[in-house]
C-alpha cells in the first residue's frame, strides 16, 4: 500500500494517437515521413525556414480540428479529485489536455498554438499559418518568428520545476510514449531514486520499461480511464492509498 500525496504524469504522443493526431515513432510516424533534423532543430530552421514552417502549418491546421480524448479527460478528472499535489508534464505541443481541463501542466517541448519572436522576445498565441515573411506584431520585425516549440538540441520548459516535482513524488505514471528522447526518458529514474511507485500506461513496451515497477499495455482510451477509476476509487481524503 502507498499513501500518494504527490503524483507526477508524464504524457507523449500516444495519448493523443487516438483524438487522430500522429505519433513519431510508431509505423507512419512523422519521423518517418520527415528528417527531424532538418524540420525539428535549429540548423534545419536557419538553412529552410520555410519548410520548418510548412511542417509546422500542417499540424497547426490538423490540430484546430482534433478533439480530446478519453485518456485526455480521465487525466482531467484524476487532477480534479485525486486529493493529491499533481503535476501533468506533456513532451506533446497539442492542446487536448487543456481542452480536457487539466490546468497544472507543464508543455516541456513546447505549443504548437504558440509563437515567438527570436528578435524581441515576444509570445504570442497562434492558430494560422506562420512564414517568413509574417510581421511580429510587438516589434513589427519581419523573419524573426518561429514556432514555440523546443527542437532537438534546445533546453526544455519548465525543467527546474519538473526535476523538483519528480525528487518529492510517491507516484509517477508514464503514458503514450515511447521513451526515446531525453531528458523525458529519464524521469522515471528520477522518480524511482525519490523512492516513487511506477507505472508504464502504454501500447507496447516503451525502451524505458524494465525501468517501471508497474507496467500495463493497451490502448489509452482503455487504459487511463481504467487506472483512474482505480486510484480515485481507493481514494482517502487526503492522497490516495493504492494497491500495488
Ligand atoms: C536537450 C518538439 C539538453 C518537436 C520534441 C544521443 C543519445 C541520447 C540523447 C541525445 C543524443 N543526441 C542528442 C540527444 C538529446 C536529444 C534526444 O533525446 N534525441 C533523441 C532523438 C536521441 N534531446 C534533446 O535535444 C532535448 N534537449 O537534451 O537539451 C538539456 C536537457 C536537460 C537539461 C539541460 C540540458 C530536446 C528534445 C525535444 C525535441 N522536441 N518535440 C515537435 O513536436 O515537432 S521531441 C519528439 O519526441 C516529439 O515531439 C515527442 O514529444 C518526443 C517523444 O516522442 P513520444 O511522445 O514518445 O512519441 P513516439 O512516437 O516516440 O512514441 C509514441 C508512443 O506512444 C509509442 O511508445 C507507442 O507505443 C505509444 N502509443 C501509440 N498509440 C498509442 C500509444 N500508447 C497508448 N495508446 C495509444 N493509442
Redesign the pocket.
Known sequence: MIEVRRMVIL?????S??SGLG????KD???TKYD?SE??TPEGFAANPHKVHE??NA?RQNLQQTKPNA?HHALSRLERYCGADFLLVT???DNLHEQAGSRNLIH???E?NKIRCQCCGHKMPWTGDLAVSTTCTACAETGGLR?H????????FG?DAITQALSSCDLFIS???????????SFVDTARRAGAHTIE????P?EGQSMFAEVHY????K?VPEYVERLLGSGTTLGNVLDR
Request: a negative charge; proline letters at 7%.
Open positions: 504524457t507523449g504522443a500516444g495519448v494517437a487516438e505519433t513519431f515513432r510508431d510516424g512523422l519521423w527531424l524540420v525539428a511542417f509546422y499540424r485518456a513532451q506533446n505541443v516541456m517541448h513546447g504548437l514556432p516549440i523546443v527542437w532537438f538540441g534546445e533546453m526544455p525543467m503514458i503514450g510514449t515511447s521513451g526515446s528522447v531525453y531528458p523525458a526518458n500506461l502504454n501500447l507496447e516503451s493497451g490502448p489509452a482510451t487504459l
